[in-house]
């Protein structure tokens, strides 16, 4: 498994989507070092870390191997800051370990109650979708329609974003990971909801961007319901990557919460 590592004091875990990898930390990480030893891994099958046969890209074995690179990188207990897929991976790692997991920072995370996704999971669930699938996601018009639907206002892309995204398809089953994720994306999903009640007592951020295309803000309440001491920011006109679209603002909701005595206080903020 890949992984960067950078910064110095109390230990953060970076986890990326489905089909990111460390370098979506790339704003994020330089700032969260000032204070944190952060670690930005590529989860395995994904980015440019191993890409075993037939691994299995269920949920539990996700968390399970995210545990086990913790484990393995002498953290005694740490904070987990995921996004999209890597923050289910978050939820169910804590859900694993609740007494490794500190706190829970995250970002528009696949979550039982938004309805995007899972159509999309269901067709390419089927071989002869996915194998089309697969074909049109190396060719470059494809990945910019990808990466532009992820983006409240398309004019934050910056310069080397697509290319940066594009990188590990180079990599031969590039997209075998997220394929495998999609398979059992509803079961996953069932399972991730049954064991929200073991983590509740875990203090949470969750951040949303209004304009998410990908994982429905409408259900960020829904999560929140299930937590005790969670609190909500939502970035007016930021899509689904608000840490590369409006990295400072991002930057310093993370760094405020993390400093932050653990108050036990609910609350939602829009900015």
Request: include cysteine; charge should be positive.
């Given at each position: 498994?890949?992984?960067?590592?950078d910064?110095?004091?109390?230990?953060?875990?970076?986890?990326?989507?489905?089909?990111?990898?460390?370098?979506?930390?790339?704003?994020?990480?330089?700032?969260?070092?000032?204070?944190?030893?952060?670690y930005?891994?590529?989860?395995?099958?994904?980015?440019?870390?191993?890409?075993?046969?037939?691994?299995?890209?269920?949920?539990?074995?996700?968390?399970?191997?995210?545990?086990?690179?913790?484990?393995?990188?002498?953290?005694?207990?740490?904070?987990?800051?995921?996004?999209?897929?890597?923050?289910?991976?978050?939820?169910?790692?804590?859900?694993?370990?609740?007494?490794?997991?500190?706190?829970?920072?995250?970002?528009?995370?696949?979550?039982?109650?938004?309805?995007?996704?899972?159509?999309?999971?269901?067709?390419?669930?089927?071989?002869?979708?996915?194998?089309?699938?697969?074909?049109?996601?190396?060719?470059?018009?494809?990945?910019?329609?990808?990466?532009?639907?992820?983006?409240?206002?398309?004019?934050?892309?910056?310069?080397?974003t697509?290319?940066?995204?594009?990188?590990?398809?180079?990599?031969?089953g590039?997209?075998?990971?997220?394929?495998?994720?999609?398979?059992?994306?509803?079961?996953?999903?069932?399972?991730?909801?049954?064991?929200?009640?073991?983590?509740?007592?875990?203090?949470?951020?969750?951040?949303?961007?209004?304009?998410?295309?990908?994982?429905?803000?409408?259900?960020?309440?829904?999560?929140?319901?299930?937590?005790?001491?969670?609190?909500?920011?939502?970035?007016?006109?930021?899509?689904?990557?608000?840490?590369?679209?409006?990295?400072e603002?991002?930057?310093?909701?993370?760094?405020?919460?993390?400093?932050?005595?653990?108050?036990?206080?609910n609350?939602?903020?829009?900015?």
């Open positions: 498994m890949r992984y960067l590592r910064g110095s004091g109390p230990p953060l875990v970076l986890l990326h989507g489905l089909l990111g990898y460390s370098f979506s930390w790339r704003y994020a990480m330089p700032v969260l070092a000032r204070q944190f030893t952060v930005a891994v590529d989860m395995l099958g994904a980015g440019f870390s191993d890409r075993p046969r037939d691994l299995d890209c269920r949920l539990r074995q996700n968390a399970a191997r995210l545990l086990r690179f913790i484990d393995a990188a002498g953290i005694a207990k740490c904070d987990l800051l995921g996004t999209s897929h890597g923050g289910a991976v978050a939820m169910m790692g804590a859900a694993l370990v609740p007494e490794t997991i500190g706190r829970l920072i995250l970002v528009a995370p696949v979550n039982p109650w938004s309805s995007h996704g899972k159509t999309l999971a269901g067709l390419l669930s089927k071989t002869p979708i996915a194998s089309l699938f697969v074909c049109a996601a190396h060719f470059q018009i494809a990945q910019r329609l990808v990466l532009r639907r992820m983006y409240g206002d398309t004019t934050r892309i910056r310069p080397g697509l290319e940066g995204y594009a990188a590990p398809l180079a990599v031969p590039a997209l075998d990971y997220g394929l495998s994720v999609l398979r059992s994306w509803t079961r996953d999903l069932q399972e991730l909801k049954s064991i929200l009640p073991r983590i509740a007592h875990i203090p949470t951020l969750l951040i949303w961007g209004d304009a998410d295309a990908a994982v429905d803000p409408s259900s960020a309440v829904r999560l929140q319901e299930n937590f005790k001491q969670c609190r909500l920011v939502i970035f007016e006109g930021v899509g689904h990557l608000p840490y590369e679209e409006t990295p603002q991002f930057n310093n909701v993370v760094i405020e919460f993390l400093l932050a005595t653990k108050s036990g206080k609350g939602t903020t829009t900015g």
